[in-house]
Structures are given as C-alpha cells and as structure tokens.
C-alpha cells in the first residue's frame, strides 16, 4: 500500500482518472444497451477493490473525509 497526501497531485491525477474512467464505462455500456449509470459502475468498481485478489496487487490509499 502507498499512502498518498490528500490533495497531492498523485491523489488528485488519481480521482480525476478514476472519474473519467467510471464514465467512459458508463459510455461504453450505454452504448452496448445496457441500463447502468456512472454511481452504479462505481459503486461495484469499489466492490471489487475490497477483494483480497485486488489487494494482494499495489494500490494507494488517501485519508481523507473526502471519499
């Protein structure tokens, strides 16, 4: 685990990749027909990160209230 400053701009290029990831997903399955808005995607995107698979794999993470 990498900690990371809240507001650094590691954390900061993180959460603004995060979101435009989580909407081009949005896009895609839109686009697929598929009924399933951005909340949706990230909600289960953050569902699968709690898995011990994905956390046996490097990941950050930031304290703050603002998650």
Known sequence: M???DPGSEEEV???ASTIWA???LHQEMKY???DVNASEIDWLLWNLGQDDQFRA???HR???TFY
């Open 2 to 4: 990498i900690r990371l």
């Open 13 to 15: 290029e993180i959460r």
């Open 22 to 24: 989580t909407e081009r």
């Open 32 to 34: 697929l027909g598929k």
């Open 57 to 59: 794999k490097p990941y």
């Open 62 to 64: 930031t304290v703050t």
